[in-house]
């Protein structure tokens, strides 16, 4: 059984791992705009200089990022945007529900990318071998 010291003393790896998880999805989106890895067909002939293609830097860029912890929170920010922005143009033209209109993905990235924003990296990430205080 879990108590709340084991809980508080794994914490940030858990967060740590949730971040390596949620990068290695979300740049999997990137590489397959950029890329063609894993190849979707509505990718091909992607222009990059478009706001997809914009999408598929960010994504596979940031994703990198997120998937390391290097300067996890400002890009953690600029992607809980950019899903949010996608969300409201891409998905909320088709209703408000994320269920109805295939927006769940979207917003969840954009939640956890914003949790990201303001928890850090966790533990397993440059940015904490990067910045550990020294007392």
């Known amino acids: ?6 809980c508080e003393k794994w914490t940030p790896y858990v967060l740590g791992l949730l971040r390596i998880i949620v990068g290695f999805l979300f740049l999997q989106h990137g ?6 890895m894993p190849h979707i067909a509505m990718f091909d002939g ?12 960010l994504e596979l860029g940031g994703g990198v990022l997120i998937l390391i912890g290097l300067f996890t929170r400002p890009v ?3 992607l809980s945007g950019q899903m949010a922005a996608a969300y409201f ?8 529900l994320p269920i109805l209109n ?4 979207a917003v969840l990235y954009s939640f956890v990318f914003l949790y990201f924003a303001f928890a850090g990296a966790g533990k397993l990430s440059v940015d904490s ?3 550990k205080k020294s007392h």
Do not use: R, V
């Open 1 to 6: 059984m879990l108590n709340t010291q084991s």
């Open 31 to 36: 590489s397959a705009k950029l890329l063609g």
């Open 46 to 57: 992607l222009q990059l200089m478009s706001l997809m293609g914009l999408a598929g830097i």
């Open 76 to 78: 953690a920010f600029i």
């Open 89 to 96: 143009m891409a998905h909320a033209p088709g209703g408000f």
């Open 102 to 105: 295939q927006g769940e993905l």
């Open 129 to 131: 071998m990067c910045c």
